[in-house]
């Protein structure tokens, strides 16, 4: 088991930055590739990041490619995601995620979740 705690979220102005955290704990996180999604009212969960157990990959949704960047710190068990350039439309609650695998964009193949954190993105 991996319990995932997100932190960080809240409330800024359009263009503004913020960096979430995901804390882990339980099994080695570290051998664990580790993503964030989020998720607007009224709408399906969607990937936005993924970085590999190494850090040596990252990959991206469009829409957050150039402005958002994951990051991890196995020692410290904690993965990051810095939101640069914020708009309103990345106004979400934002999921940390982990899976004992490759990377991939769809919730269903990741095994372990976080509770969410609110990111509110005014205009």
């Known amino acids: 088991q991996v319990q995932l705690v997100e932190s960080g979220g809240g409330l800024v102005q359009a263009g503004g930055s913020l960096r979430l955290s995901c804390a882990a704990s339980?099994?080695?996180?570290?051998?664990?590739?580790a993503g964030w999604f989020r998720q607007a009212p009224g709408k399906e969960r969607e990937f936005v990041a993924a970085?590999?157990?190494?850090?040596?990959?990252?990959y991206y949704a469009d829409s957050v490619k150039g402005r958002f960047t994951i990051s991890r710190d196995n020692a410290k068990n904690t993965v990051y995601l810095q939101m640069n350039s914020l708009k309103p439309e990345d106004t979400a609650v934002y999921y940390c995620t982990a899976v004992e695998g490759l990377i991939a964009t769809v919730v269903a193949l990741y095994d372990y979740w976080g509770q969410g954190t609110q990111v509110t993105v005014s205009s």
């Open positions: 970085i590999t157990w190494s850090g040596g990959t990252t």
């Open positions: 339980g099994r080695t996180f570290s051998s664990y590739t």
